[in-house]
């Protein structure tokens, strides 16, 4: 079966048996038809995303980017905003401004 062939409950089935240590790596593989390389990748990403979830880390690679691209967004929000004051202020003739240019 394809790499792409294989649902995350297979996945995690096989590799739970690897970290288990059930039975010798090659004959799961060669049991299941997929390569060691296929299953150590899936038992690295398993691990890293153990690891994520206990660190506090705040979840997949897609979640932090939404996050940071809400931020960003934000961001641009309050640039345009001072930006438009800013044209606004330009175009206003001394002393329009509210502000007293007496002396």
Request: glycine share 12%; aromatic share 4%.
């Amino acid at each position: 079966m394809g790499q792409s062939g294989w649902s995350a409950e297979q996945k995690l089935e096989i590799v739970l048996a690897v970290l288990r240590g059930q039975e010798p790596m090659t004959q799961l593989c060669r049991r299941h038809g997929v390569s060691e390389t296929a299953v150590y990748r899936w038992r690295d990403q398993f691990v890293e995303a153990g690891r994520a979830g206990l660190s506090g880390g705040s979840g997949t690679e897609a979640e932090q980017l939404r996050a940071g691209n809400e931020e960003l967004k934000a961001a641009i929000r309050e640039l345009a905003v001072a930006n438009r004051v800013l044209r606004e202020a330009q175009r206003l003739p001394p002393g329009r401004d509210g502000w007293s240019r007496r002396a």
